[in-house]
Structures are given as C-alpha cells and as structure tokens.
C-alpha cells in the first residue's frame, strides 16, 4: 500500500471511538472472572466474551445482512468459542492477519487486588481490571477496528483477517483455540500474507521469544547418619557440584549469540535451578536423594534438540568421571570404594518448545515500527525468552509470522 493510499486509509478510519471502545472493554472486563483460566479449578467460559464480540460485528455482516463482514464462530468445547472475523479484499490471495488476541485471563485474587479485578475502572488515563493488557483490552481494540472497516467500507486489496482465540493462558487442556483451528485448516489461507500475533502488553514491538526446556537432575548416593558423614554419599553436595559442572559447560557451549543484540533479547540463553526436593527426615540425617528442577531458557539461534542432547552428555560423562568432581570438606566424597557404591546423577526433560524470531527484513516489520514510532512517539523493538509455544507451531507451519505486536 503506497503512503499515500495509507493515509487516506487512516483519515477514512479515523480515531478510535473511545466512547465505543470503553464501553465494549466494560463488558469484556465484567466477564473476567468467568474466563479465568487454571483448570481444574477455573476452566474459562470463553463466549461470554464472544456474545459481546457479536453484538457489536453481527450488524455489520453478511449473516444479518448488514455489512461486509464474515463472521466464523468456531467452537470445540461447549462455551468455549474462537471467532474469526474477515473484511473482503479487492485482490485474491491477498490477505494481512492479526491473530492471538486471547479471550481468556489469568485467576485473580480480589482480596489481593486494591480494585475490583473483575469490572472497569478508570484511574485517570489507566483503565484498570483483570484482561486490560492481557488481553481483553486487545479484543475490544481489533474488535473496534473491524467494525470501523464495516462501516466505512474502504477498498483495501488485501482482506483483513482476525482470529480471537480460546485457551491461551493454560495448555493442559488442549484442542480449544489456535491449535485446534490449524489442525482443521481454518487458518490456512493466513499463510499468504503477513501474520500479526496481537499478544503484547507493551508499546513496543516485542520481535522475539525464547524457548524452553523444562529439567530434573535427580541425584541419589547413600543415607546415613551426619555425624558420620565419611559413611555417606551425600547427594545434596552431589547435587550443587554437578549442577556448577553442568551450568559451566552450558554457559561455554551456548554464549551469548550476536543476533540476541539484533533484536535487543534482555538477556542470553541461561540454565538456572528453580526448584529443590528431597525425600524429608531429621535434620542428623544425611538423606538417600535428592532432585533439582528448572529451566533452559533458550534464544531462538540455538537449537532445543542440540541443547538436550549436550545436557545429556555432561551428565553421563559426569557419572563417569565422577572422582574428578569437587567435593567439600575432607570427608566429602561420591564414592565408596569398600562398599563398591558410587553417587548417581539423571537427568530427564519435560515438554519442550521452541523461542520465534520475527523477520526484520519484512515489509510488515517495518510499518509497524513506523506507526509505532508515530502513535508513540519512539520506536525500540525488544525480545524476551519468555517462551509463546503457539507461535512457534504457526511459524513451523509456514505462516508469515511478522511481530508480536
């Protein structure tokens, strides 16, 4: 689209309607508490969202008649809707999407909170309530821009595609939202043009995400009573040695990447501990194992199976040389030769998934942060190893995956 064409695009749209716009955002937030996502507990009723979303584009569409717009209200489990909304092109195949503006939230405690979560409020220029930024303030917004289009009818030659998706906030519960809609093909003519993933509770462009490798370091060596410590192979001190090992190889093997300044990634790749278990039993006892649990936050210029595999193989080649590890104190020790026992270290992987990097090479990339830079006044671009596993599947199945806007 020529500048110019752009800007006439933007006069015929005009602003954004904030009377509309809060009053539409009103009724999203005063349904949040119904579409927390934490199941058991708390499995979101995404329509309740959706009912809104329809009363303000259904008007304006080819089902009542009214407008231009089509309407798909997809659903795999009851209550618990995406919608897919299209304003024509002049061009065929020609097609810009805006997808992941998520109906559900995450749980929130009122009691926590110094507002009521669960209705609007305004606080000058904030609004305030769960969904506002994550991501209920995103449906109202694309839902706004939809029906401004409806009611204008600018002659655009692409269509504009909009995907409001279920079940974005909990993956335990799969085959509801945007994986479902791939696996049926509903988004496959999204695949010819740029993709916009709207997910970002940020003015600035967030242009990549990190992978994650979920771990276990489970550790086991010999009980016994701490005040004879030469009797026992400790395995918390096992633990802490091997992982020190395990981190230093990491670090050597998976440095900071030149494209993680590119795109302005907070921090590099980074293999850290966050949980800690053990059996219990007093405190004069030296206990039989242990288990150490955490994460590989991964950039995406590293690859997962690489990763997993080298993990793999600092283990064994610390069992095998398990002698040459560090000890602490003189009577520290991961062997018994008289009882013919050695300390043992296994490592195991949980779920995997994969980091995205934009393409900043794309046409899409670059008006982006053009308009950025306009409505905001300045443009940086950013990336985190916060991990988005759904848009590394689109990205994996050939869409044109843009910016997680």
């Known amino acids: 689209m ?16 904030k009377d509309s716009f809060i009053s539409l955002l009103s ?20 329509d309740r969202v959706v009912k809104h979303v329809l009363a303000s584009l259904l008007p304006l569409s080819t089902t009542t008649g009214g407008g231009p717009l089509l309407i798909n209200h997809v659903t795999y489990h009851p209550g618990r809707g995406n919608v897919i909304v299209e304003y024509p092109g002049t061009v065929p195949g020609k097609v810009l999407s ?11 405690n009122p009691d926590d909170w110094e507002f009521d979560p669960f209705s609007l409020s ?6 305030r309530g769960r969904g506002t930024t994550d991501c209920l303030g995103h449906v109202a ?20 595609v909009v995907v409001l998706i279920a079940n974005e906030e909990n993956s335990s519960i799969s085959g509801v939202g945007v994986d479902a809609l791939v696996k049926d093909g509903l988004l496959n003519k999204l695949k010819d043009g740029p993709l916009f993933w709207i997910d970002t509770a940020d003015k600035q462009p967030c242009i990549g ?20 410590p030469h009797k026992a192979i400790n395995p918390l001190e096992l633990a802490m040695e091997a992982l020190k090992e395990i981190q230093s190889r990491f670090y050597r093997d998976f440095p900071p990447h030149d494209k993680e300044k590119v795109y302005g990634y907070a921090t590099p790749s980074t293999m850290k501990p966050t949980q800690w278990k053990y059996p219990g039993g007093g405190i004069n006892q030296i206990p039989f194992e242990c288990t150490i649990s955490g994460d590989v936050r991964l ?4 690859n997962i199976t690489d990763v997993t595999k080298k993990l793999q193989e600092y283990v064994d080649d610390i069992n095998e040389n398990i002698t040459n590890l560090d000890s602490r104190g003189p009577v520290s ?19 995997t998934s994969s980091g995205v990097a934009c393409d900043l090479e794309s046409r899409g990339f670059h008006v982006l942060c053009k308009a950025t830079e306009e409505v905001v006044g300045h443009v940086k671009p950013y990336s985190i190893t916060g991990t988005l596993p759904l848009i590394r599947e689109l990205q994996d199945s050939m869409f044109k995956l843009l910016d997680m806007a």
């Open 141 to 160: 917004l694309v839902t706004e821009l939809m029906r401004r289009l409806a009611q204008t009818k600018p002659k655009l030659k692409s269509t504009v």
């Open 122 to 127: 305004i606080d000058g220029d904030k609004l």
């Open 299 to 302: 950039t995406p210029f590293y």
């Open 98 to 108: 805006f997808v992941g503006c998520h109906m559900d939230v995450v749980t929130a």
């Open 209 to 228: 995400t990190g992978g994650a490798i979920p771990w276990k370091l489970h550790v086991t060596g010999k009980l016994f009573h701490s005040g004879l």
């Open 333 to 351: 020790k991961y062997v018994l030769p008289d009882e013919n026992l050695r300390g043992r270290l296994t490592i195991s992987f949980d779920e």
């Open 27 to 46: 009724k999203l937030i005063g349904e949040a508490k119904f579409v927390q996502n934490n199941p058991p507990d708390l499995i979101p009723q995404e």
């Open 2 to 17: 020529a500048s110019s064409t752009a800007d006439d695009l933007k006069k015929t749209l005009g602003d954004l309607d």
